[in-house]
T-cell receptor, first 116, second 112 residues
Framework: NAGVTQTPKFQVLKTGQSMTLQCAQDMNHNSMYWYRQDPGMGLRLIYYSASEGTTDKGEVPNGYNVSRLNKREFSLRLESAAPSQTSVYFC???????????????FGPGTRLLVL | GQQVMQIPQYQHVQEGEDFTTYCNSSTTLSNIQWYKQRPGGHPVFLIQLVKSGEVKKQKRLTFQFGEAKKNSSLHITATQTTDVGTYFCAGRASGSARQLTFGSGTQLTVLP
Protein backbone atom coordinates (compact mmCIF):
# COMPACT_ATOMS: atom_id res chain seq x y z
CA ASN A 1 0.00 0.00 0.00
CA ALA A 2 1.33 3.41 -1.01
CA GLY A 3 -1.30 5.14 1.16
CA VAL A 4 -1.98 8.69 -0.05
CA THR A 5 0.17 10.01 -2.87
CA GLN A 6 0.37 13.58 -4.18
CA THR A 7 1.94 15.16 -7.23
CA PRO A 8 3.82 17.35 -7.72
CA LYS A 9 5.96 17.72 -4.59
CA PHE A 10 6.99 21.28 -5.44
CA GLN A 11 5.66 23.87 -7.86
CA VAL A 12 6.42 27.49 -8.67
CA LEU A 13 3.74 29.45 -10.52
CA LYS A 14 3.41 32.98 -11.76
CA THR A 15 0.34 34.98 -10.80
CA GLY A 16 -2.55 34.09 -13.10
CA GLN A 17 -1.26 30.66 -14.11
CA SER A 18 -3.36 27.59 -13.52
CA MET A 19 -2.45 24.15 -12.25
CA THR A 20 -3.95 20.95 -10.90
CA LEU A 21 -2.71 19.14 -7.83
CA GLN A 22 -3.24 15.42 -8.01
CA CYS A 23 -4.07 13.08 -5.14
CA ALA A 24 -4.71 9.35 -5.05
CA GLN A 25 -5.29 6.82 -2.29
CA ASP A 26 -5.19 3.04 -2.48
CA MET A 27 -6.95 2.27 0.82
CA ASN A 28 -10.49 2.14 -0.63
CA HIS A 29 -11.56 5.11 1.49
CA ASN A 30 -14.78 6.95 0.70
CA SER A 31 -13.86 10.35 2.14
CA MET A 32 -11.08 12.54 0.80
CA TYR A 33 -9.97 16.06 1.72
CA TRP A 34 -7.80 18.95 0.60
CA TYR A 35 -6.15 21.17 3.22
CA ARG A 36 -3.78 24.06 3.06
CA GLN A 37 -1.24 24.73 5.78
CA ASP A 38 0.18 28.16 6.46
CA PRO A 39 2.61 29.08 9.27
CA GLY A 40 0.84 29.47 12.59
CA MET A 41 -2.59 28.63 11.15
CA GLY A 42 -2.76 24.88 11.34
CA LEU A 43 -4.60 23.02 8.62
CA ARG A 44 -7.56 24.65 6.95
CA LEU A 45 -10.01 22.61 4.92
CA ILE A 46 -10.46 23.73 1.32
CA TYR A 47 -12.82 21.08 -0.07
CA TYR A 48 -13.82 17.58 0.80
CA SER A 49 -15.55 14.66 -0.83
CA ALA A 50 -17.58 12.37 1.39
CA SER A 51 -17.97 9.81 -1.38
CA GLU A 52 -17.40 9.33 -5.06
CA GLY A 53 -19.45 11.85 -7.02
CA THR A 54 -19.89 14.36 -4.20
CA THR A 55 -17.86 17.39 -3.20
CA ASP A 56 -18.44 20.08 -0.57
CA LYS A 57 -16.81 23.36 0.34
CA GLY A 58 -14.69 23.61 3.43
CA GLU A 59 -13.47 26.65 5.34
CA VAL A 60 -11.44 28.32 2.55
CA PRO A 61 -12.78 27.26 -0.91
CA ASN A 62 -12.42 30.56 -2.81
CA GLY A 63 -10.03 30.34 -5.74
CA TYR A 64 -10.12 26.54 -5.90
CA ASN A 65 -12.09 23.83 -7.64
CA VAL A 66 -12.04 20.09 -7.08
CA SER A 67 -12.89 16.93 -8.96
CA ARG A 68 -13.52 13.52 -7.46
CA LEU A 69 -12.54 11.59 -10.55
CA ASN A 70 -13.26 8.19 -9.03
CA LYS A 71 -13.01 6.58 -5.62
CA ARG A 72 -9.20 6.72 -5.68
CA GLU A 73 -8.53 10.19 -7.03
CA PHE A 74 -9.35 13.69 -5.83
CA SER A 75 -7.77 16.65 -7.63
CA LEU A 76 -7.50 20.31 -6.67
CA ARG A 77 -7.36 23.01 -9.34
CA LEU A 78 -6.18 26.58 -9.11
CA GLU A 79 -7.66 28.39 -12.10
CA SER A 80 -5.78 31.67 -11.69
CA ALA A 81 -3.09 31.44 -9.04
CA ALA A 82 -2.52 34.34 -6.64
CA PRO A 83 0.36 34.98 -4.21
CA SER A 84 -2.09 34.41 -1.33
CA GLN A 85 -2.30 30.79 -2.46
CA THR A 86 1.34 30.19 -1.64
CA SER A 87 1.10 27.37 0.87
CA VAL A 88 1.65 23.71 1.53
CA TYR A 89 -1.27 21.62 0.30
CA PHE A 90 -2.13 18.28 1.88
CA CYS A 91 -4.52 15.70 0.61
CA UNK A 92 -6.02 13.25 3.09
CA UNK A 93 -8.41 10.35 3.20
CA UNK A 94 -10.38 8.92 6.11
CA UNK A 95 -10.49 5.31 7.09
CA UNK A 96 -12.58 3.61 9.73
CA UNK A 97 -11.98 0.59 11.91
CA UNK A 98 -13.79 -1.12 14.75
CA UNK A 99 -17.09 -0.69 12.96
CA UNK A 100 -16.64 3.08 12.43
CA UNK A 101 -15.86 3.57 16.11
CA UNK A 102 -12.40 4.75 15.23
CA UNK A 103 -11.55 7.02 12.36
CA UNK A 104 -8.12 7.98 11.13
CA UNK A 105 -7.10 10.57 8.61
CA UNK A 106 -4.17 9.58 6.45
CA PHE A 107 -2.23 12.44 4.90
CA GLY A 108 -0.21 12.60 1.73
CA PRO A 109 3.33 14.02 1.71
CA GLY A 110 2.15 17.47 0.61
CA THR A 111 2.71 19.84 -2.31
CA ARG A 112 4.72 22.98 -1.66
CA LEU A 113 3.40 25.74 -3.90
CA LEU A 114 4.97 29.14 -4.42
CA VAL A 115 3.06 31.76 -6.41
CA LEU A 116 5.15 34.71 -7.55
CA GLY B 1 -18.56 28.05 12.61
CA GLN B 2 -16.71 25.70 14.85
CA GLN B 3 -13.40 26.93 16.22
CA VAL B 4 -10.65 24.94 17.88
CA MET B 5 -8.09 26.89 19.87
CA GLN B 6 -4.79 25.36 20.84
CA ILE B 7 -2.16 26.67 23.26
CA PRO B 8 0.67 27.29 23.54
CA GLN B 9 1.76 28.04 19.98
CA TYR B 10 5.40 27.28 20.80
CA GLN B 11 7.12 25.41 23.60
CA HIS B 12 10.81 24.93 24.22
CA VAL B 13 11.77 22.36 26.85
CA GLN B 14 14.96 20.80 28.08
CA GLU B 15 15.23 17.11 27.33
CA GLY B 16 13.68 15.21 30.23
CA GLU B 17 11.16 17.91 31.09
CA ASP B 18 7.44 17.41 30.70
CA PHE B 19 5.28 19.08 28.04
CA THR B 20 1.55 19.77 27.78
CA THR B 21 -0.56 21.23 24.98
CA TYR B 22 -4.20 22.21 25.41
CA CYS B 23 -7.07 22.27 22.98
CA ASN B 24 -10.43 24.02 23.42
CA SER B 25 -13.44 23.86 21.12
CA SER B 26 -16.22 26.41 20.77
CA THR B 27 -18.73 23.58 20.34
CA THR B 28 -19.27 20.13 21.79
CA LEU B 29 -17.31 17.47 19.94
CA SER B 30 -18.22 13.94 18.98
CA ASN B 31 -14.54 13.05 18.98
CA ILE B 32 -11.13 14.63 19.09
CA GLN B 33 -8.02 13.43 17.34
CA TRP B 34 -4.36 14.22 17.84
CA TYR B 35 -1.71 14.36 15.14
CA LYS B 36 2.05 14.87 15.10
CA GLN B 37 3.90 16.56 12.28
CA ARG B 38 7.67 16.37 12.10
CA PRO B 39 9.50 19.32 10.50
CA GLY B 40 9.07 19.10 6.74
CA GLY B 41 6.68 16.17 7.06
CA HIS B 42 2.99 15.52 7.01
CA PRO B 43 0.56 15.07 9.92
CA VAL B 44 0.50 11.56 11.34
CA PHE B 45 -2.42 10.27 13.38
CA LEU B 46 -1.69 9.58 17.04
CA ILE B 47 -5.01 8.84 18.72
CA GLN B 48 -8.74 9.43 18.81
CA LEU B 49 -10.79 10.12 21.95
CA VAL B 50 -14.53 9.64 21.92
CA LYS B 51 -15.90 9.36 25.45
CA SER B 52 -16.45 12.11 27.98
CA GLY B 53 -13.58 12.15 30.50
CA GLU B 54 -11.61 9.60 28.50
CA VAL B 55 -7.91 9.18 29.24
CA LYS B 56 -5.60 7.19 26.99
CA LYS B 57 -1.89 6.53 27.25
CA GLN B 58 0.70 5.71 24.65
CA LYS B 59 4.02 5.12 26.40
CA ARG B 60 5.07 8.62 27.61
CA LEU B 61 2.06 10.35 26.00
CA THR B 62 -1.19 10.86 27.92
CA PHE B 63 -4.30 12.15 26.17
CA GLN B 64 -7.39 13.46 27.95
CA PHE B 65 -10.86 14.41 26.73
CA GLY B 66 -12.81 16.77 28.95
CA GLU B 67 -16.04 15.88 30.70
CA ALA B 68 -17.98 18.37 28.57
CA LYS B 69 -16.29 17.07 25.39
CA LYS B 70 -15.12 20.58 24.52
CA ASN B 71 -11.49 20.40 25.56
CA SER B 72 -8.55 18.05 25.43
CA SER B 73 -4.91 17.86 26.37
CA LEU B 74 -1.78 15.99 25.41
CA HIS B 75 0.91 15.51 28.04
CA ILE B 76 4.37 14.13 27.31
CA THR B 77 6.40 12.89 30.26
CA ALA B 78 10.19 13.20 30.16
CA THR B 79 10.52 14.56 26.64
CA GLN B 80 13.09 13.18 24.25
CA THR B 81 14.60 14.76 21.13
CA THR B 82 12.48 12.40 19.06
CA ASP B 83 9.38 14.22 20.37
CA VAL B 84 10.28 17.32 18.34
CA GLY B 85 7.51 18.43 16.01
CA THR B 86 4.15 20.15 15.90
CA TYR B 87 1.22 18.58 17.69
CA PHE B 88 -2.27 19.26 16.37
CA CYS B 89 -5.64 18.52 17.84
CA ALA B 90 -8.58 18.12 15.48
CA GLY B 91 -12.20 18.03 16.54
CA ARG B 92 -15.30 16.72 14.87
CA ALA B 93 -18.47 18.54 15.85
CA SER B 94 -21.41 16.57 17.21
CA GLY B 95 -24.07 15.66 14.69
CA SER B 96 -23.41 14.81 11.08
CA ALA B 97 -20.33 16.97 10.55
CA ARG B 98 -18.08 15.31 8.01
CA GLN B 99 -15.03 17.44 8.47
CA LEU B 100 -12.45 17.90 11.17
CA THR B 101 -11.49 21.32 12.45
CA PHE B 102 -7.82 21.55 13.30
CA GLY B 103 -6.23 23.60 16.03
CA SER B 104 -3.31 25.82 15.04
CA GLY B 105 -0.82 23.41 16.61
CA THR B 106 1.88 23.55 19.27
CA GLN B 107 5.43 23.48 17.98
CA LEU B 108 7.63 21.58 20.42
CA THR B 109 11.39 22.04 20.54
CA VAL B 110 13.40 19.75 22.78
CA LEU B 111 16.85 21.00 23.72
CA PRO B 112 19.44 18.26 24.37
Amino acid sequence: NAGVTQTPKFQVLKTGQSMTLQCAQDMNHNSMYWYRQDPGMGLRLIYYSASEGTTDKGEVPNGYNVSRLNKREFSLRLESAAPSQTSVYFCASTGYSSGRARETQYFGPGTRLLVL
Amino acid sequence: GQQVMQIPQYQHVQEGEDFTTYCNSSTTLSNIQWYKQRPGGHPVFLIQLVKSGEVKKQKRLTFQFGEAKKNSSLHITATQTTDVGTYFCAGRASGSARQLTFGSGTQLTVLP
